[in-house]
């Protein structure tokens, strides 16, 4: 009791505050009841008020207390008016987080919420060896020491505590991470570490920054909401986004919140914005007030008294793991004067002549002081089968003169150095060209020879897309485009190969050439927004690309079965099949193939609309046998309106699962069906072709019919009602695929 008296005279005393203002303060630590701003339980100390808060709101700040200011006891007095769990983000008392400013600075404010309290350690908790203030002060309740990682629930969420301080960014921690996260797979979540990612702050350029990078990619896979942090002394709310920074509504919502008590700081001149920066204030203490309820969130900032942030919002939760990038760099780390460093995803750049290939803090860079020179980077910790790989690229010279220059993905590096690699060429006309090679043995040849792209210009950034998936053979698609403009629908070059060395996981990168009888050098490359994401292998795929009687084979799966050979060709763009009466049927499958859970997509259109019956286009997704099998379909109406089903055949006998009305599709443009089975669940989405894919399914159904429950080939149907007035009716389809699950 006398240090209790002694700590709060003493803060008294530095802040002058007054003699009913001790008192209350010696309420707190007493228990005394009848503490003005206490919201909800009238009479109770407040120790004793973390056993009937409401769970379900979390509450707080990071880099708090000082022995110097009066904005800690500010904040605490927020925390007064707010049930709850209250957190920190680290720094919890300046300057060295010692066992005494724990008692004398940070305890008499908001220690009086310390029973509520899980907080998090920050580095200036570490400048007292092992953080021992901190972890002597919060005892159990800061996980075990010196780890300081640790997790909980409330409310219906998961919330997970990270300890992002020098030398504890390692396996264990991020094993425990995994494990974690794999044992509450379908909860809502929120995770929080002292030292944020990404920040427009005064911190953004030190190198405990992109430190936590691991951290932000785990917590991202594992489908984490949001991210609160601190260390930056102001205010910063993101839009959501992926682990790299880039947007992504899906993503994580990220918050700085280090305005608990110590004197904000003001962003250095040099740092520029972040572009996902929504919200950023530098002249209000306070705390964050996240309000957690099932499937959803809201936050409110809640301000000091003369603050003026009021930021506010709410958004859902979307639990279940993401799909992390195999590789993913923005460049946007620390110029350098030697290599590309490590990647956002994927380790660090093996780069070909380290001198010359750089970072200059936006973008990576290859430089090229004569002609006939080659650069090339690679992440070499990467290795996969199958990979959509796609970067920008630019030139201070867009014409090089002679032979021009060229910029390339390497789509595949596999071991012993035979690569797969396109190309995009800017030739000294203005022309862009698009071509495949491999090199095996140390001979390049063509796989998809060179082409002209239409409508593209070699002046400004260029944005190349690769996709390559599977081995033997191996299928490889690529696009290219100027970055200003939208992606274009179709593959510019598709190819398929089999060269023994390539049939392997491999790793991704870049490369860069000017030819050798180039005019206009020296010249320097610039390279960002590098990404890889996984691609499953393709068992079958067709884009038609052909001109056939019959369909011919398909790109993979073999040679298609078709029903009336003579209704059925390609026309070097899609597949057509002639439907001549009404009730009339045409149907194709790939009998090589055999999938038992898959995923089958296909764009389906028709030369008429519907007219005295309905008409279906359907995606076979499992045919057994004749008559027994799963489709997803759609259904052209004569009203012009569209329907998504799941049906079931058995003996020939349909069984409607399930469907519904699809709204927003037109029935006008090509149409991009989805279905998957995953085990006896079917589900379904549709959306028109060039459109962005729905991030949620439409329709699913549950079957367990046991005679379809096993391997069997993919294929599509197209069928006319018997009250069709407008025959005969062409269906076509295009850009067929299936992979297993």
């Not at 200036?124 to 309740?141: I, K, L, Q, V």
């Not at 690699?421 to 203005?430: E, L, Q």
Request: one cysteine or more.
């Amino acid at each position: 009791m006398h240090r209790a008296m002694h700590r709060a005279t003493h803060r008294a005393t530095r802040r002058g505050i007054g003699t009913s203002a001790l008192a209350l303060t010696l309420g707190t630590l007493t228990g005394v009841a009848g503490l003005p701003g206490l919201v909800g339980l009238p009479g109770l100390p407040v120790e004793q008020r973390a056993a009937a808060v409401a769970s379900h709101v979390l509450v707080g700040a990071g880099d708090i207390a000082t022995c110097g200011g009066a904005d800690d006891e500010a904040t605490a007095r927020l925390i007064d008016g707010v049930d709850g769990r209250v957190f920190t983000l680290g720094d919890n008392v300046y300057l060295d987080g010692s066992p005494t400013q724990f008692a004398d600075c940070y305890d008499p404010t908001w220690g009086r919420h310390k029973a509520r309290t899980r907080p998090v350690t920050g580095n200036h908790d570490y400048r007292t060896p092992g953080a021992s203030g901190y972890f002597g002060y919060f005892g159990a309740a800061a996980g075990a020491a010196p780890k300081g990682w640790y997790s909980y629930d409330t409310g219906g969420w998961h919330v997970i505590v990270l300890n992002s301080n020098a030398g504890f960014i390692n396996a264990e921690q991020l094993a425990w991470l995994e494990s974690d996260i794999a044992a509450n797979p379908e909860v809502c979540s929120v995770a929080m570490w002292h030292h944020p990612r990404y920040t427009s702050g005064a911190h953004a350029l030190d190198a405990t920054i992109p430190a936590t990078q691991p951290l932000l990619n785990a917590v991202y896979a594992g489908g984490v909401d949001i991210v609160l942090n601190g260390h930056d002394h102001w205010y910063e709310r993101f839009a959501p986004m992926d682990p790299t920074g880039a947007a992504e509504s899906s993503g994580i919502r990220s918050f700085t919140v280090g305005t608990g008590g110590v004197t904000l700081m003001r962003p250095a001149p040099d740092v520029p914005i972040h572009p996902r920066s929504v919200v950023r204030d530098v002249t209000s203490h306070g705390v964050l007030r996240l309000t957690l309820a099932t499937g959803r969130y809201s936050w409110r900032f809640l301000s000091t008294p003369g603050g003026t942030n009021r930021d506010a919002g709410s958004g859902t939760c979307q639990p279940g793991r993401r799909t992390l990038p195999v590789a993913a760099d923005r460049f946007d780390r620390r110029a350098t004067t030697s290599g590309w460093g490590g990647a956002n995803i994927g380790g660090r750049w093996t780069v070909t002549d380290a001198a010359n290939m750089r970072l200059d803090g936006v973008a990576a860079t290859a430089r090229f002081g004569s002609a006939g020179v080659n650069r090339a980077a690679r992440l070499d910790d990467v290795a996969t089968g199958g990979a959509r790989i796609q970067a920008r690229f630019g030139t201070t010279t867009p014409d090089a003169g002679g032979g021009g220059q060229r910029a390339c993905i390497v789509a595949r590096h596999a071991p012993g150095g035979s690569e797969y690699r396109v190309h995009a060429r800017r030739r000294a006309d203005g022309r862009v060209t698009l071509s495949i090679t491999k090199t095996v043995s140390g001979q390049v040849v063509g796989v998809a020879s060179e082409v002209v792209v239409p409508g593209v210009s070699a002046t400004g950034m260029l944005h190349a897309i690769v996709e390559i998936r599977g081995t033997n053979p191996t299928l490889i698609r690529a696009k290219v485009f100027n970055s200003a403009l939208p992606e274009p629908a179709s593959w510019l070059r598709v190819a398929t190969d089999s060269a023994a060395p390539l049939q392997v996981a491999g790793s991704v990168g870049w490369c860069g050439s000017v030819a050798a009888n180039a005019t206009a050098v020296p010249l320097r490359m610039t390279v960002d927004d590098f990404r890889a994401d996984p691609r499953r292998r393709f068992v079958a795929y067709d884009d038609f690309a052909r001109a056939t009687a019959g369909w011919g084979s398909a790109r993979l799966g073999g040679p298609w079965t078709v029903s009336a050979p003579a209704d059925f060709s390609t026309n070097r763009s899609w597949g057509t099949a002639r439907v001549t009466r009404p009730g009339g049927a045409r149907g194709a499958r790939l009998d090589r193939t055999s999938l038992r859970d898959l995923r089958v997509e296909g764009v389906v259109f028709h030369d008429k609309a519907a007219r005295g019956g309905p008409q279906t286009s359907a995606l076979v997704l499992r045919r057994v046998s004749t008559g027994n099998e799963y489709r997803v379909r759609i259904r052209f109406e004569t009203d012009g309106s569209l329907r998504l089903g799941i049906v079931r055949f058995v003996g020939g006998a349909e069984t409607l699962l399930r469907d519904t009305i699809l709204r927003g599709v037109s029935a006008s443009r090509p149409i991009h069906v989805v279905g998957e089975i995953d085990g006896t669940l079917l589900r379904a989405r549709a959306f028109n072709a060039g459109s962005a894919e729905p991030g949620t399914w439409l329709i699913a159904a549950r079957d367990s019919t046991a005679s379809l429950q096993r391997s069997a080939p993919v294929g599509w149907i197209g069928q006319l009602a018997a009250a069709t007035t407008n025959a005969p009716v062409v269906f076509t389809l295009d850009d067929f695929t299936a992979s297993p699950l």
